[in-house]
């Protein structure tokens, strides 16, 4: 199984701050996904990136899967509490399989 | 959520003894997936199905095992529980491909 590391673990900042969460692999992936988690319930998907270079927007939130597409990275501008979550990258395998990163758990205060 | 049923949501149990959980899906989606969420670890896989009575291992399969008898039904069973498996369990399902996977809201599971 290949390594995903997001960076950081954990964010605590304020309402109205940036923020970006790193995702990082030593090999090349073809495709990745971005989740959110919030307690007690399972990921949500927020986004697929398949194509090098690729950049996603979804609101307030920006996606970028790097041009030798061994990285990854979600931006949030303006963060509000609602933004408050675990936000986890993932990794498409061979046979449908996913590999998670450890995740990044954001908490944004009013 | 996508048609995805776990159950328990919660159990508290002892160790040495069996536990199963249960998956159910109402989207016909072809394969299921089992899932391990500890701290520190985001979601680990410990078994998949691609089909009824297709399933395989993922990376953390030792002391699970699976069935799949019917598409709608996926479980899980730790034969002999120890308290290394006190975790969040989630099910997830998926059409394959770069498909999304929709996951369950999880079991909590203790074994004391």
């Known amino acids: 199984t290949q390594l995903l590391e997001q960076s950081p673990q954990f964010l605590s900042i304020q309402e109205g701050e940036n923020l970006t969460v790193y995702c990082n692999s030593s090999s090349v992936f073809s495709s990745l996904q971005w989740y959110r988690q919030e307690p007690g319930e399972g990921p949500v998907l927020l986004v697929t990136v398949v194509t090098g270079g690729e950049v996603k927007k979804l609101k307030r939130l920006t996606f970028q899967f790097g041009d030798a597409r061994k990285d990854s990275s979600l931006h949030i501008t303006a963060a509000q509490p609602g933004d408050t979550g675990l936000y986890l990258c993932?990794?498409?395998?061979?046979?449908?399989?996913?590999?998670f990163g450890g995740g990044t758990r954001l908490m944004v205060k009013p | 959520d996508a048609g995805i049923t776990q159950s328990p949501r919660h159990k508290v149990t002892e160790t040495g003894t069996p536990v199963t959980l249960r998956c159910h899906q109402t989207?016909?989606?072809?394969?299921m997936y089992w899932y391990r969420q500890d701290p520190g670890h985001g979601l680990r896989l410990i078994h998949y199905s691609y089909g009824v009575k297709d399933t395989d291992k993922g990376e953390v399969s030792d002391g699970y095992s699976v069935s799949r008898s019917k598409t709608e039904d996926f479980l899980l069973t730790l034969e002999s529980a120890t308290s290394s498996q006190t975790s969040v369990y989630f099910c997830a399902i998926s059409d394959g491909g770069v498909q999304p996977q929709h996951f369950g809201d999880g079991t909590r599971l203790s074994i004391l």
């Open positions: 993932a990794r498409n395998n061979a046979g449908n399989m996913l590999t």
């Open positions: 989207e016909n989606h072809r394969y």
